[in-house]
T-cell receptor, first 111, second 114 residues
Framework: GQQVMQIPQYQHVQEGEDFTTYCNSSTTLSNIQWYKQRPGGHPVFLIQLVKSGEVKKQKRLTFQFGEAKKNSSLHITATQTTDVGTYFCAGRDNNDYKLSFGAGTTVTVRA | DTGVSQDPRHKITKRGQNVTFRCDPISEHNRLYWYRQTLGQGPEFLTYFQNEAQLEKSRLLSNRFSAERPKGSFSTLEIQRTEQGDSAMYLC????????????FGQGTRLTVV
């Protein structure tokens, strides 16, 4: 079955620095979604990427979908304390309706 | 609140007991998902409904787990003869039908089996 892997598992960032988290799927995806889960909270949808090579931006967050639609990345610039949380990528196979989640990247920020 | 709601938020049960959780999805959504999440892991797919039909069930799910969505609205997840390994956060999510739709998650039910 489909497997989605994320690296790194933990990211400790100095406030103001940039970082990137990566997501890789064992199969080609029809789309990929990113979610953020704050400590003690539930996953909240951030964005969806559908097209090969697609890039989308949300303020300081830049999301990219690979050309082969098997990998994705999330880049955060000028990290703030509000960025603390766990970021999950979740992929959908072609002909499959469920989202398969990666293990997430947990971000902590040093002020 | 028109989001996905789950009840109860927390459940502590003794090993061997049965538990049932409820999920009320966003009313216009015809898809409903159950996921399980343990510490340090991403949500793990359990099962999925489109309206009242259960279309997929994870092979990881033992026969002790059953889910229903009798009228295509709310759903229940029952775990029979609970084991300590069942301790986790059980998340419900709903979405519109379609390939490119986002999932809206509830706050989850945290189960502790003692």
């Amino acid at each position: 079955g489909q497997q989605v892997m994320q690296i790194p598992q933990y990211q400790h960032v100095q406030e103001g620095e940039d970082f990137t988290t990566y997501c890789n799927s064992s199969t080609t995806l029809s789309n990929i979604q990113w979610y953020k889960q704050r400590p003690g909270g539930h996953p909240v949808f951030l964005i969806q990427l559908v097209k090969s090579g697609e890039v989308k931006k949300q303020k300081r967050l830049t999301f990219q979908f690979g050309e082969a639609k098997k990998n994705s990345s999330l880049h955060i610039t000028a990290t703030q304390t509000t960025d603390v949380g766990t970021y999950f990528c979740a992929g959908r196979d072609n002909n499959d309706y469920k989202l398969s989640f990666g293990a997430g990247t947990t971000v902590t920020v040093r002020a | 609140d028109t989001g996905v709601s789950q009840d109860p938020r927390h459940k502590i049960t003794k090993r061997g007991q049965n538990v049932t959780f409820r999920c009320d999805p966003i009313s216009e959504h015809n898809r409903l998902y159950w996921y399980r999440q343990t510490l340090g892991q991403g949500p793990e797919f359990l099962t999925y409904f489109q309206n009242e039909a259960q279309l997929e069930k994870s092979r990881l799910l033992s026969n002790r787990f059953s889910a229903e969505r009798p009228k295509g609205s709310f759903s229940t997840l029952e775990i029979q003869r609970t084991e300590q390994g069942d301790s986790a956060m059980y998340l419900c999510a709903s979405s519109f039908r379609g390939e490119n739709t986002e999932a809206f998650f509830g706050q989850g039910t945290r189960l502790t089996v003692v």
